[in-house]
């Protein structure tokens, strides 16, 4: 071993997390000049051209791992459970935590919007509401027939996330019941799923960059001065999500796994930062899984189900901006929705966001559902619309905490935690060492590649 390997990250080695925390703020930092600069060569070249284009390509390489990673671990872990009863038990559980979770956090941000009251007196003038549309609820029973896929490689293709889980998990028990024979099949997809999180370090190799050009482009975009007319709301929202992100998730994990909250927040930094820069929870899940495995140490038979699940299912932050977005668009129009008005929401809110994948702005189409739901008026989406680019940042990197409490609830109920890891804090620490090509590992390849 080289002296290079045996230093640990913490010693000396910039970790990845910090060389992003870094591109972070001076993204933020030449974000916020650029946009007082407000150069049309700057704005047009510069953000839109250079830095929108390696801020996508960063989002697409993201994209790009998903669906393989998703399905080589996915069936890693059904056939690392070995046991369909399990399997059920680890899917209701999550399911169960992951409804409760967004119920609890709507309804803690209504109260506390009925409590603040942001919107009351609100001018409605100068307010452009054209262009804003509405999107009809879906029927409770069409989200969960569209859970079966009529063709899996369509499923794959259009990154249908709950086909996909649907189909991989019905492989794998397929896969188990052949029992011996299928060992050459199960140990090519362990081999393809290191593979996969070999491919994750080396996009990930890439995020101070993507992560520097995704920040600077949206506060270049963002002026202060679409939050000024909104400020009350923002606060309200903003409260409420670190209320649920601080408060409601780490009792929960407290009470449930009995883990330290503070060590866990710790290790899933580089998800949350993933999720604020790209405010995609599906672009974030190779992240997320990397983190609920291999810093939090949660098996891959409990994270390769519930993250890509939670990614898609569960989404605290987006119901706690729908449930402040109602109460502060009827402050606005000065309607009362009453108790059953915001039963309604809830409800609401909690089906959507089964229905609806957690990708940027999506909490938006699903305001338009609740708000047509309860008879207020769409156009009040223009109100908010400035400044829900950072709102989404900020709920996307609580849905993914809220998803990774899950798992690692679920994932110590059912005895499947490293305590070793989660006790190590340089568990899963990436640095440049892990991106170098060993020697010997290179040595190895070269053997076997010569003719034999
Ligand atoms: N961007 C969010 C996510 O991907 C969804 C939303 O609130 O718009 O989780």
């Known amino acids: 071993m080289t002296a290079a ?3 640990p990250p913490s010693g000396g080695k910039m970790s990845l997390t910090v060389k992003v925390l870094i591109g972070m703020g001076a993204g933020l930092v030449l974000g916020v000049i650029f946009n007082l600069i407000d150069s049309e060569f700057i704005n047009t070249h510069i953000v839109g051209g250079l830095f929108a284009m390696i801020g996508k390509m960063f989002v697409n390489a993201l994209k790009m791992l998903v669906v393989p990673l998703v399905f080589f671990s996915l069936i890693t872990g059904v056939t690392g459970i070995g046991d369909i009863r399990v399997l059920g038990r680890v899917g209701g559980k999550s399911f169960g935590l992951y409804i409760a979770t967004t119920a609890v956090a709507i309804g803690v941000a209504i109260i506390l919007a009925t409590i603040i009251g942001p919107g009351k007196g609100f001018n409605m003038e100068g307010v452009d509401t054209s262009g804003v549309t509405g999107k009809d609820a879906p029927s409770v029973w069409d989200v969960f027939a569209g859970i079966v896929p009529t063709n899996p490689v369509q499923a794959f293709a259009s990154g249908e996330m709950l086909q996909i889980i649907f189909y991989t998990i019905v492989l794998g028990v397929a896969v188990l019941m052949l029992g011996g024979k299928s060992k050459p099949f199960v140990e090519g997809c362990e081999y393809m799923n290191e593979v996969m999180m070999k491919v994750v370090t080396i996009v990930m190799a890439f995020a101070p960059i993507g992560v520097f050009c995704l920040i600077a482009k949206t506060f270049t975009e963002q002026g202060i001065d679409l939050f000024i007319p909104v400020i009350a709301y923002v606060v309200t929202l903003v409260l409420a999500l670190f209320l649920h992100l601080f408060g409601t998730l780490m009792l929960m994990l407290k009470v449930l796994s009995g883990l330290n909250p503070i060590t866990f927040m710790k290790k899933m930094r580089p998800a949350q930062i993933f999720a604020f820069s790209t405010a995609s929870s599906n672009a974030t899940i190779p992240v997320t899984l990397r983190c609920v495995t291999q810093r939090v140490g949660v098996d891959n038979s409990v994270a390769s189900f519930c993250v890509p699940f939670g990614a898609t299912i569960n989404m605290d932050g987006t119901a706690i901006m729908q449930g402040v977005a109602t109460v502060f668009l009827a402050n606005v129009y000065g309607i009362d929705l009453g108790l059953g008005g915001y039963i309604t929401v809830i409800a609401m809110a909690v089906l959507a966001s089964i229905g609806t994948a957690g990708v940027p702005g999506v ?22 619309l400035g400044v829900d680019r950072l709102m989404d940042m900020i709920r996307t990197a609580v849905n993914i905490t809220g998803d990774a409490v899950v798992s690692t609830i679920v994932a110590k109920g059912e005895g499947k935690i490293d305590m070793a890891v989660f006790d190590d804090p340089d568990a899963g620490i990436l640095t440049d060492d892990d991106l170098g090509i060993d020697e010997a590992a290179e040595k190895d390849l070269a053997a076997y590649a010569k003719p034999h």
């Open 5 to 7: 390997t045996t230093t």
């Open 363 to 384: 909490g938006l189409v699903m305001l338009t559902m609740v708000l047509g739901q309860v008879g207020l008026p769409i156009e009040g989406i223009a109100i908010i």
